[in-house]
T-cell receptor, first 114, second 112 residues
């Protein structure tokens, strides 16, 4: 299994500012993902973080708003840029070794934008 | 995009009862995963299934990969208060580097 940590665990931010969320995995993994989740709702995939290349974004999510870095096989960051109250959500980092393998989640970052 | 139909949406049960929930799809999946999420936490992987017909247990939890590869169910036997949470099914369409597709979740409440 993989143990995933995220920083910060929660934050309250002003409209128009940006927040970078860090994700650290305790072992090297092939794939890392970023999800968004409204409380009590299902998970929505933002993007797949690709090591050494640009992230692959899902429909409705763009790089200018959610820039992602993945400098190595254990670490990734997600930035929520120019935030508005609609960005208030839980952001989850996830990782797996590859196709057909178990996928694990971090504890989430609870973001409130005022 | 692909969707998983998860039911029931919510359940209220008495402690000690058995619970059953399922996920169905119109597409064939190669992997089924079941997660539990408690308030303030990330989803925790409960069971992973990789073969059609596979039946796997994890303590009081049992999950099966449907023979048609279009469905999966999760059973919880003799429920206890700490079983409370939201249970999500997730499937992977292929063994490549494709993202998981998630169901909308089943919210379980256990009455002591």
């Amino acid at each position: 299994s993989a143990v995933i940590s995220q920083k910060p665990s929660r934050d309250i931010c002003q409209r128009g500012t940006s927040l970078t969320i860090q994700c650290q995995v305790d072992s090297q993994v092939t794939m890392m993902f970023w999800y968004r989740q409204q409380p009590g709702q299902s998970l929505t995939l933002i993007a797949t973080a690709n090591q050494g290349s640009e992230a692959t974004y899902e429909s409705g999510f763009v790089i200018d708003k959610f820039p992602i870095s993945r400098p190595n096989l254990t670490f990734s960051t997600l930035t929520v840029s120019n935030m508005s109250p609609e960005d208030s959500s839980i952001y989850l980092c996830s990782a797996r070794q590859g196709g057909g393998y178990e996928q694990y989640f971090g504890p989430g970052t609870r973001l409130t934008v005022t | 995009g692909q969707q998983l139909n998860q039911s029931p949406q919510s359940m209220f049960i008495q402690e000690g009862e058995d619970v059953s929930m399922n996920c169905t799809s119109s597409s064939i999946f190669n992997t089924w995963l079941w997660y539990k999420q408690e308030p303030g936490e990330g989803p925790v992987l409960l069971i992973a299934l990789y073969k059609a017909g596979e039946l796997t247990s994890n303590g009081r939890l049992t999950a099966q990969f449907g023979i048609t590869r279009k469905d999966s169910f999760l059973n919880i036997s003799a429920s206890i208060p700490s079983d409370v949470g939201i249970y999500f099914c997730a499937g992977q369409l292929s063994f490549g580097n494709t993202p998981l597709v998630f169901g909308k979740g089943t919210r379980l409440s256990v009455i002591a």
